[in-house]
C-alpha cells in the first residue's frame, strides 16, 4: 500500500532564504507523486507533480522537486522564500487502484521578514 | 474555464443529523473524488465517482454516501452525523488522460455540534 511521510510539521525560514520541504513515500509500484499548497481556508492547490520521464519537476511560483527512487524522496525545494509562500504544503502519492491520492501529515511553512 | 465549486461554504448541524454538500466539477471532467480534511490533517479519501458510478471507496463507514449527476456534479450525504464528523470537506475533479491531476475546490467547514 502506498503511504507519504513529511518530515516536520513546522519549517520556519527567513525570506530570502531557500525552502526546503521533505517528502518520503511507500510505493509497491512506480509512483505517481504531487505537491499541493492550502492557503488559510481555502482548498488544495496544485503545485507539482512527477508520473514519468524526467525526475526534476518544475512547479508554479518558482517551487520545483527532485524524483529520487533510490531514497524514495520527493522533497520540494524553492531557493528564495517570499512572504507569500507562507502556507501549509501537502505531498502526496497516487494509488489505490483507482485514482485517489494519499496525502502525507502536511508541512506548515512560516516565512518570517 | 471555471473552476471547482462547493456549496455551502460552512455550515452547522447537530449530531444525529443528516447534510447535504453539493460540488460541481471544473468543466470537461467527469471524475470526482471527495476528501475529509480533519482539523491539522492531511485530507483523506471518502470516494471516487466516475461516470455516474462509485470508482472506490476510502475507510469510511456506509453512512457516507454519494451520487454524481449527468452533468458530472456531485453529492456527498453524510447520516447520523458525529461529533468527528467536523472537518474541511474538499471536492476534487480530474479527467482521464489528464496525467491524475485533481483539481480541489474551495471546500465546505462542517461543524456538528
Known amino acids: 500500500a502506498q503511504s507519504v511521510t513529511q518530515l516536520g510539521s513546522h519549517v520556519s525560514v527567513s525570506e530570502g532564504a531557500l525552502v526546503l520541504l521533505r517528502c518520503n513515500y511507500s510505493s509497491s509500484v512506480p509512483p505517481y507523486l504531487f505537491w499541493y499548497v492550502q492557503y488559510p481556508n481555502q482548498g488544495l492547490q496544485l503545485l507539482l507533480k512527477?508520473?514519468?520521464?524526467?525526475?526534476l519537476v518544475k512547479g508554479i511560483n518558482g517551487f520545483e522537486a527532485e524524483f529520487k527512487k533510490s531514497e524514495t524522496s520527493f522533497h520540494l525545494t524553492k531557493p528564495s522564500a517570499h512572504m507569500s509562500d507562507a502556507a501549509e504544503y501537502f505531498c502526496?502519492?497516487?494509488?489505490?487502484?483507482?485514482?485517489?491520492?494519499?496525502f502525507g501529515a502536511g508541512t506548515r511553512l512560516a516565512v518570517h521578514p | 474555464e471555471t473552476g471547482v465549486t462547493q456549496s455551502p461554504t460552512h455550515l452547522i448541524k447537530t449530531r444525529g443529523q443528516q447534510v447535504t454538500l453539493r460540488c460541481s466539477s471544473q468543466?470537461?471532467?467527469?471524475?470526482v473524488s471527495w476528501y475529509q480534511q480533519a482539523l491539522g490533517q492531511g485530507p483523506q479519501f471518502i470516494f471516487q465517482y466516475y461516470r455516474e458510478e462509485e470508482n472506490g471507496r476510502g475507510n469510511f463507514p456506509p453512512r457516507f454516501s454519494g451520487l454524481q449527476f449527468p452533468n458530472y456534479s456531485s453529492e456527498l450525504n453524510v447520516n447520523a452525523l458525529e461529533l468527528d464528523d467536523s472537518a474541511l470537506y474538499l471536492c476534487a475533479s480530474s479527467q482521464e488522460g489528464t496525467d491524475y491531476e485533481q483539481y480541489f475546490g474551495p471546500g465546505t467547514r462542517l461543524t456538528v455540534t
Open positions: 502526496a502519492v497516487m494509488g489505490g487502484g483507482y485514482n485517489k491520492l494519499i
Open positions: 512527477y508520473t514519468t520521464g524526467a525526475t
Open positions: 468543466s470537461g471532467h467527469n471524475t
